[in-house]
Structure formats: structure tokens, C-alpha cells
């Protein structure tokens, strides 16, 4: 299981307006969002497990989906007033056969 948080952690992107993008996406009337992609297949052997993203207070939580989907994601959207700062941003993953939550945290740019 730790390999494969370490390897969803890796696999997280900063997507949307989030990663120095501010200026054209302003222009281009986006939304901010800091987004999870990972691979459902990766969970299968665990029966799957539940992804959980918080960015700045703010948490959303999926499940880790069908093997047979190739791309799963949790976006977390961002507030719009908050300028150019890092952000903290924290992955669990919860397997759903029992074991122990993992959790990382890190910070990006906003």
C-alpha cells in the first residue's frame, strides 16, 4: 500500500489555474483546482480504497473506482482571492479491506 500512495502521490498533478497560470486564467474565466489522477487498476489487489484530497481547508473524497477504468481524479477547488502563496495540500488514501489509512502532505504553488 505504501508503495502505491508513494506512487499516486508522484502521479498528483496540479491542474486547472492553480500552477502559475493565474493571469491566463483569469483571462479565460477558469476555476482554480488542484486535481488526483490516479489508476483504479493499482487498487484492485487491496479491493480498493478511498482518496481523499484537502487543499486549504477544503476536502473532497472518492472512491478509488472500477480496475477496469484506466483514470480516476478527485479535484478540490480553490478560492479565487487567494493570490500567489503555497498551499497545503494533503493526499489519504483509506484501503477499504482494512489496513491503515496512509497520508502526505506537501506544499504547492498556488
Do not use: H, N, Y
Not at 502559475?20 to 479565460?28: P, R
Not at 476555476?31 to 489508476?39: G, L, T
Not at 489519504?92 to 498556488?110: D, E, F, I, L, W
Amino acid at each position: 500500500m505504501s508503495k502505491v500512495l508513494l506512487s499516486l502521490f508522484v502521479v498528483a498533478s496540479l491542474t486547472g489555474c492553480t500552477f502559475g497560470q493565474s493571469k491566463m486564467c483569469t483571462l479565460s474565466d477558469m476555476d482554480s483546482e488542484v486535481s488526483v489522477i490516479w489508476r483504479p487498476a493499482d487498487f484492485d489487489e487491496t479491493g480498493g480504497a478511498m482518496i481523499q484530497v484537502c487543499v486549504d481547508g477544503s476536502c473532497e473524497e472518492r472512491a478509488s473506482g472500477d480496475p477496469s477504468d484506466p483514470i480516476g481524479s478527485v479535484p478540490v477547488r480553490l478560492p479565487q482571492d487567494i493570490g500567489a502563496k503555497k498551499l497545503p495540500v494533503g493526499l489519504t488514501v483509506t484501503p477499504v479491506k482494512g489496513g491503515a489509512p496512509r497520508s502526505r502532505t506537501a506544499s504547492r504553488p498556488s
